[in-house]
């Protein structure tokens, strides 16, 4: 039997599947799946400016798809939660046939792939 869900709900994960959906968001989600990382290092690995990379993070912790960690004088952004890796992991698997969470260098070359797209 299906599942109501109130359009309220069903608005708000529209929302955030568009969010998810902007190519620049979901390569620092993909690239935030492995590892905490830093504006520095989300730039340098996507080729996105850090303004840029402040941007999306901003949208992304405000939906709650990422979280910041601060660590001395760095800020580690991280998945939120387990939820959201699940998303991750799963649309990945379902749409890449080389990349899994078992095989983390896949990852990285899905990210690397996807910078000369």
Known sequence: MPT???NTAIIEIADILRLMGEPSRLKILIACLTQPMTVTTLSEQLG???PLISHHLRLLRALRLLRAERQGK???YT??????RCILTDML???TAD???SQ???IVKLNERSLHE
């Open 104 to 106: 983390p260098d896949n």
């Open 74 to 76: 760095q800020v580690l």
């Open 4 to 6: 109501v869900i109130d």
């Open 93 to 95: 698997e379902h749409f």
């Open 79 to 84: 998945l939120e939660d387990e939820h959201i």
């Open 48 to 50: 996105l400016s850090m």
């Open 99 to 101: 990349c899994s969470l």
